[in-house]
């Protein structure tokens, strides 16, 4: 007897019907599994994907240009020249979309009332600007007004801490390459909220220009901040920067910066995969449940199946065909779900209650969840490849019985 693929979908999506009930059943189970997969997927790829800009936007850029000793020892000390000739070519050049040189030094700085350790950032606001590294939020004053400003911007965090404002003079101190006490009064022009609240007391703005005279460098600097406006293609353009630089100078990516972010980009994938794997593998067991007991309530129609010559192989694709109805069906459903959750939450989520606790992990007060389309295939490669697995155990069950047997059953 021919059975062609056309009748042996009619009779799997006939039989999956017949129990409707434990049909559903199944069905919102394996929806919600997609469901959780997709969403959950989403969130913890929004989560890296903010602390990874956040870190970068502190850093800032997606790759660094030192002082071989900087990094070990990040004194005004290990400077170096401002780019030029083949290195300034080369930042100048596509894919770089910005670079920022400034000046990065340990100083304190002491109010009438106070005194605090920052890190003092010598900029200038036009390359700063361009890399996306300025604080976002001004909340008094002014921003910096050029690389000779001499004026000091501080956080608003740092600004409580020495009890004073917007207007007020402090006194700068910091050491110069003679390692000398080098202090200047310096006016506040302005207090800014910084996108992580631990930032506002740990960096304080000043002029590059005003720092460099300062400390007594002229066109000197200590860091060249660079990046390509897309944090996961450094590696295609950093080679050509790293070449450029000359030997006396350090070139790393942004995930030799930063490490803990570097790792946790690359633990996510992985994390992912094992997530989805995880939760439908506790769904398989009620795949297995639901094929089992169809094959037991039809073993006398797939007994006389086999007596009209039916093939147990036609049998076994049969039940098989039944597994990727259900699961097709499960996956369009939790999909469906997935991208009606999803959508609502595309302009973030408030963490603000508990936006202490993720400032270590350099999370702000809002998650933008980031829904990736290999995620929503990757779920649907483990749905199918797992379930049919799954299913194979009862439909090998229906193709190996003897139809007398079968058909002796009442």
């Known amino acids: 007897m021919h059975w062609p693929l056309g009748s042996l979908l009619t009779l799997a999506w006939r039989n999956l019907w017949r129990n409707y009930r434990r049909t559903l059943i199944m069905l919102l189970a394996i929806a919600l599994g997609v469901w959780a997969m997709i969403v959950m997927s989403a969130l913890m790829r929004g989560m890296t994907d903010q602390m990874v800009r956040n870190g970068l936007a502190t850093l800032p850029g997606e790759a660094q240009i030192h002082h071989p000793e900087f990094l070990l020892d990040p004194s005004v000390v290990n400077h170096m020249p401002m780019p030029a000739g083949r290195l300034l070519e080369q930042l100048n050049s596509a894919p770089i ?28 606001p036009a390359q700063e600007d361009a890399l996306g590294s300025l604080p976002e939020t001004l909340l008094e ?5 050029g690389a000779d400003d001499r004026g000091i911007l501080l956080g608003a965090g740092l600004a409580a801490r020495l009890e004073t404002g917007l207007g007020k003079r402090i006194v700068l101190m910091t050491q110069d390459t ?120 039809r073993t006398r129609e797939l007994g006389l199946m086999q007596a009209l010559g039916m093939r147990p192989a036609l049998i076994l694709l049969q039940v098989l065909l039944e597994s990727l109805l259900l699961l097709a069906l499960g996956l369009l459903a939790g999909n469906s779900l997935a991208l009606a959750t999803l ?4 302009d973030g989520v408030d ?47 229906a193709s190996r019985l003897d139809p007398v047997r079968a058909l002796a059953r009442h």
Do not use: C, K
């Open 343 to 346: 959508l609502p939450l595309r």
């Open 141 to 145: 004053g002014r921003m910096l007004a």
């Open 178 to 297: 003679a390692n000398n006490v080098a202090d200047r009064g310096v006016r506040i022009v302005g207090i800014y909220r910084a996108r992580l609240q631990g930032d506002e007391e740990r960096f304080a703005y000043v002029g590059r220009g005003a720092l460099q005279e300062l400390l007594g460098l002229e066109q000197r600097v200590t860091e060249i901040a660079v990046s390509a406006s897309d944090y996961t293609a450094v590696d295609a353009w950093l080679p050509a920067l790293q070449a450029a630089a000359s030997p006396e100078l350090e070139v790393l990516g942004w995930t030799e910066l930063h490490t803990f972010l570097g790792s946790m980009l690359a633990v996510q994938e992985g994390f992912v995969l094992v997530f989805m794997v995880v939760v439908f593998l506790v769904l398989s067991f009620g795949l297995i449940n639901t094929l089992v007991m169809a094959v037991f309530e």
């Open 351 to 397: 963490i603000s209650a508990v936006a202490e606790g993720m400032e270590m992990m350099e999370m702000g007060t809002t998650l933008y969840p980031l829904l990736a389309l290999d995620d929503m295939l990757m779920s649907t490669a483990v749905v199918l490849t797992l379930g049919l697995l799954a299913s194979l155990l009862p439909a090998w069950r």
């Open 97 to 124: 979309t910005a670079w920022a040189a400034r000046l990065r030094v340990p100083a304190v700085l002491a109010s009438e009332y106070a005194s605090r350790g920052v890190t003092l950032l010598g900029v200038d």
